[in-house]
Structure formats: C-alpha cells, structure tokens
C-alpha cells in the first residue's frame, strides 16, 4: 500500500516534470502562438488588477495597524515606511499575489482544460495534428510568469499607499517621513527579490493549473476535484518555493 502510494507519487511528479520541461522548450520552436499568449495574459493579468489593488492595499494598511503599538512602545514610528516596505516588496507583496493567482487563475486554467479533456476537445485537437502542450499549456505558463510580478508591482504600490494612509490618520506620522522612509529602504538586493519570488510564483501557478486540467478524468466531477487540486498544490508549492527561495537570497546576498 505504501509502495504503491509512492509509486504514484513518482509517476505524478515524473509527468509534471516532463509537461514542464515541453512547455518551456516549446518557446524555441514554431508556431509560437503569440496571439494565444496575449490573450492569456489579458484574461490572467488585467482581468486580475482589481483583486490584487485590493489585497495590496488592504494589506499594507493592516500591516501599519498591527506594528503601530510595537512601534509606538519603542519610540520608533518614524520607521513605519520603511517596515511597509520591506515587508511588502521582499514578503507578503509576492506571496499574497501569488496565492490570489493560484485562486482565480491556477482554478480557470484548471477547469478550462479539465472540461476540454472531458468533451473530447483534446482528442480532437491532437486528432488534428495541433499539440496541446503547444497550443495551450506554453501560453498560459507564460501569461503566468509575466504577469505574476507585474501584478506584484502593483501590489506594493498600493500596499505602500494603504499603509500611509493607516499612518497619517492613525499615528498621525508625516507624510514626507513616511515616504522617505520607505523608499530609502528600497536598495538592489531587495527589488531583485522581490521581483525574482514572482516569476517562479507565476511558473508555479501556470504550469500546476495545465498539469491538473490536462490530467482531468471522470468527467464533470473529475473537473472539479482537480480544479480544487490545482488550487491547494499551488498554494503549497508557492509557500514552499517561498522558504527555499528565502533562504537562497539570504545566503547568497546576506
């Protein structure tokens, strides 16, 4: 029983492994489908801005929240920017945009392909001499790992803003301070960072999402419990990487 649980775990990472190295080779070759590209990019990255306004702005604004006694107790508010900063560029900015993206991106691209596995779609395709991988994994793995650190950019920013905002009205901390503070803590090391976490996010995201839709079996309710799959071994896998990715800056910049 153990053995066989095993072996089935071997086999799935064995065919991911495999659906990601053809993905990412099927950039060099012809036909490169850079229409379908776009549209994915449009469908995962600008259909996704609102969401992640949100959740960076919001975010920022509870971080400044629940530092500001801490702060206050140490007479040290005038760091509140540059706190924000740090923690949203090098931390919670790509993690929480990546977990938002694993919900609505990663479950669409799931359920998009689970549901042309079931109606045949696929056989057809194949049928016709179009390769799946070709025409619909590539471009979605790379819409991901586009716009994943955009979308993270973005996030900031407005994190950056609602922590601000919490800041003036809350602690009544100047505006000019907040804004220098924050920005002085922006060196190389962490803009790197924070934009190297995103783009391995964004491959995580966009090549689990077409892993799972392709693998679909037992129609409509196949569908569903690989688009939930999709989902949680995202979001497992992008904490993961984070850790590992963590550790690997800081020994190598730190």
């Known amino acids: 029983m153990t053995m066989d649980f095993l072996y089935k775990i071997l086999y799935e990472v064995e065919e991911y492994v495999t659906l990601t190295i053809r993905s990412v080779t099927n950039i060099f070759r012809r036909p490169r489908y850079i229409q379908d590209t776009f549209q994915q990019m449009e469908t995962i990255g600008v259909r996704s801005v609102l969401i992640v306004v949100l959740v960076g702005f919001f975010t920022g604004g509870v971080l400044a929240l629940q530092t500001s006694k801490s702060l206050k107790a140490f007479g040290a508010v005038n760091l509140m920017g540059q706190l924000i900063s740090l923690s949203l560029i090098r931390e919670m900015g790509p993690v929480l945009t990546a977990l938002m ?28 001499g179009t390769d799946p991988v070709k025409k619909l994994v590539t471009p979605r793995v790379i819409a991901c790992t586009t716009m994943v650190p955009l979308l ?9 803003v609602g922590g601000w905002i919490v800041s003036f009205y809350n602690l009544r ?32 995201v966009g ?33 993961v990487a984070d850790f590992f990715l963590g550790k690997l800056i800081l020994e190598l910049w730190h």
């Open 173 to 204: 901390l100047n505006t000019a301070l907040y804004w220098n503070e924050a920005f002085r803590a922006i060196d190389y090391n962490v803009v790197l960072e924070g934009l190297m976490k995103p783009v391995v996010f964004g491959f995580i």
């Open 152 to 160: 993270t950019v973005i996030a900031d920013v407005f994190g950056l």
């Open 101 to 128: 993206l694993a919900g609505r991106a990663g479950s669409g691209i799931a359920s998009e392909l689970g549901s042309m596995v079931v109606t045949e779609q696929i056989s057809a395709m194949r049928a016709l």
């Open 207 to 239: 090549s689990v999402g077409c892993y799972y839709g392709l693998g679909t079996r037992g129609g409509t309710r196949g569908v569903g419990r690989n688009t939930t799959q999709a989902v949680v071994t995202a979001s497992i896998l992008v904490i």
